[in-house]
């Protein structure tokens, strides 16, 4: 059976997609997802992850600098649980500590415009929180 990963960047107010390349080596940046509302953004996202073919889904936890809960942890986890819910493929978390703050660097390196960084900065972190899973996995592998 072949793996394939997705990975959810859960803000407030935008999600990032990313999903693996079909070797599992690297992640591609997706999508960006603008929330609608609690219920319809798991029911959304659960709905990507299989139209993906998605074997397994990482979410990005949000911890702060020192690895302990932030409030935006408490909101994750229970959009985690209620994924984990809605769906059968399996959920895992993964520390997401400076995905985002990497991804804005890259994308103002490029030259970016503030306005437009907003639409790529969420899959991008996204994609560095599935690098990140990747890496992991396949670390344990050799």
């Known amino acids: 059976v072949m793996e394939r990963y997705i990975a959810f960047d859960i803000g407030d107010k935008?999600?990032?997609?990313?999903?693996?390349?079909?070797f599992n080596t690297y992640a591609l940046?997706?999508?960006?997802?603008?929330?609608?509302?609690?219920?319809?953004?798991?029911?959304?996202?659960?709905h990507l992850a299989e139209e993906k073919g998605a074997t397994t889904i990482i979410c990005g936890l949000p911890v702060n600098y020192d690895g302990?809960?932030?409030?935006?942890?408490?909101?994750?986890?229970?959009?985690?649980?209620?994924?984990?819910?809605r769906t059968a493929i399996p959920v895992v978390c993964e520390d997401e500590r400076f995905t985002?703050?990497?991804a804005h660097e890259v994308l103002i390196s490029e030259g970016m415009r503030r306005?437009?960084?907003?639409?790529?900065?969420?899959?991008?972190?996204?994609?560095?929180?599935l690098d990140g899973y990747l890496n992991k996995i396949n670390k344990s592998k050799n």
């Not at 306005?115 to 929180?129: G, P, S, T, W």
């Open 29 to 46: 940046p997706s999508q960006t997802y603008f929330r609608k509302g609690f219920e319809k953004d798991v029911e959304a996202l659960a």
């Open 14 to 22: 935008r999600i990032g997609v990313a999903v693996s390349d079909p």
């Open 68 to 85: 302990s809960e932030a409030l935006q942890t408490g909101k994750t986890r229970r959009f985690i649980q209620a994924l984990r819910e």
């Open 100 to 102: 985002t703050m990497m």
């Open 115 to 129: 306005e437009k960084r907003k639409n790529y900065v969420d899959a991008l972190a996204a994609a560095n929180i």
